[in-house]
Nanobody, 116 residues
């Protein structure tokens, strides 16, 4: 499995970005997918997660600002981020969970920087 994210960049406070992640390999509806982020000096934290059936989970800090979606046929997962704040500055990683036992698959990350 390989994951490749795109869409990061520099944006001002209040702006928007859309992250996309394309998966290749053995990814099916059975693999939940999502996004985590890691800011400098902090631990990686979950941002949003979506199952193959469309069930969604969001971190509390999202507060209705972000929306996760996926296309099972294209094996992609996207994160629409609105009302961005400087605290959202981090490297964002897409991931795919295993269908049974095992470890998450991770993409290489994409930098999101929100200027004040």
């Amino acid at each position: 499995v390989q994951l490749q994210a795109s869409g990061g960049g520099l944006v001002q406070t209040g702006g928007s970005l859309r992250l996309s992640c394309a998966a290749s390999g053995s990814i099916t509806r059975g693999n939940a997918m999502g996004w985590s982020r890691q800011a400098p000096g902090k631990q990686r934290e979950l941002v949003a997660r979506i199952t193959g059936g469309g069930g969604r989970n969001y971190a509390d800090f999202v507060r209705g600002r972000f929306a996760i979606s996926r296309d099972n046929a294209q094996k992609t997962v996207s994160l629409q981020m609105n009302s961005l704040e400087p605290e959202d500055t981090a490297v964002y990683y897409c991931f795919a969970e295993p269908t049974e036992h095992g470890y998450n698959h991770w993409g290489p990350g994409t930098q999101v920087t929100v200027s004040s």
